[in-house]
């Protein structure tokens, strides 16, 4: 079985008309939500996340509407029917993943020169030694923290539970409140750090990217 990554860029806004009519079909309280940012880059991976998602339903053959998204009590949003969905977003690129198989998060994180070592305190002394050991430590960071942000937004407890909870050094399997995640990292897009993380073994993941 495979998932799909489903995922976009944004190197420029997008034409004005063409915003627009990709804002319209959605829900009102989306067009809101959008409408509130201050960063055009956020309101195009609030936008574009939403028509990922769409896309990657109707390629599962999944009926599925935002009206219909339902939020969990952490906020996680979710959909009726068995198929799990997760969105992330960093710099000027959204990803989409979405399975009816299995339970499923993403993390993706611009990789950019940043005094990581301000982080120390969300990683173990194992993980923190793993990255300042590797041939290239701020890409061993920005790895290790995909991992951890990917697992956490699988569970689904997100910024409730802190990174420190979780080991993920050179790991293929990362356990949380004792259920199993299986990570994967991607190398599919240049300049950005990528995990995904499922609660089934052996997923292969494939990439498309969705224009605009």
């Given at each position: 079985?495979?998932l799909?990554i489903?995922?976009?860029?944004y190197?420029?806004?997008?034409?004005?008309?063409?915003f627009?009519a990709l804002?319209?079909?959605?829900?009102v309280?989306?067009q809101?939500?959008?409408?509130?940012?201050?960063?055009?880059?956020?309101?195009?991976?609030?936008?574009?996340?939403?028509?990922?998602l769409?896309?990657?339903?109707?390629?599962?053959?999944?009926?599925g509407?935002?009206?219909?998204?339902?939020?969990?009590g952490?906020?996680?949003?979710?959909?009726?029917?068995?198929?799990?969905?997760n969105?992330?977003?960093?710099?000027?690129?959204?990803?989409?993943?979405?399975?009816p198989?299995?339970?499923?998060?993403?993390?993706?994180?611009?990789?950019?020169?940043?005094?990581?070592?301000?982080?120390?305190?969300q990683?173990s002394e194992?993980e923190?030694?793993?990255?300042?050991?590797?041939?290239?430590?701020l890409?061993?960071f920005?790895?290790?923290?995909?991992?951890?942000?990917?697992v956490?937004?699988?569970?689904?407890?997100?910024?409730?539970t802190?990174?420190?909870?979780?080991?993920?050094a050179?790991k293929?399997?990362?356990?949380?409140?004792?259920?199993?995640?299986?990570?994967?990292?991607?190398?599919?897009?240049?300049?950005?750090?990528c995990?995904?993380?499922?609660?089934?073994?052996?997923l292969?993941v494939?990439?498309?990217?969705?224009?605009?």
């Amino acid at each position: 079985m495979a998932l799909t990554i489903y995922y976009a860029t944004y190197p420029m806004p997008l034409p004005t008309a063409t915003f627009q009519a990709l804002l319209a079909p959605l829900p009102v309280y989306m067009q809101k939500k959008i409408g509130q940012f201050r960063r055009w880059e956020d309101a195009h991976a609030g936008l574009l996340g939403k028509h990922l998602l769409l896309a990657a339903l109707k390629a599962c053959g999944h009926p599925g509407a935002l009206d219909q998204l339902r939020y969990s009590g952490f906020g996680r949003p979710f959909l009726e029917g068995g198929i799990d969905f997760n969105i992330s977003h960093a710099g000027r690129m959204v990803a989409c993943i979405v399975s009816p198989q299995a339970r499923v998060g993403i993390d993706v994180e611009a990789i950019r020169p940043i005094p990581f070592e301000d982080f120390k305190g969300q990683f173990s002394e194992k993980e923190w030694d793993s990255i300042n050991s590797a041939a290239d430590p701020l890409k061993a960071f920005y790895a290790c923290w995909t991992c951890k942000e990917a697992v956490l937004k699988a569970d689904g407890s997100g910024l409730h539970t802190p990174l420190t909870s979780l080991e993920v050094a050179k790991k293929n399997t990362v356990t949380l409140n004792g259920r199993h995640w299986h990570v994967q990292e991607i190398n599919a897009f240049r300049d950005y750090a990528c995990h995904v993380a499922t609660d089934r073994k052996g997923l292969e993941v494939k990439v498309e990217e969705v224009k605009f």
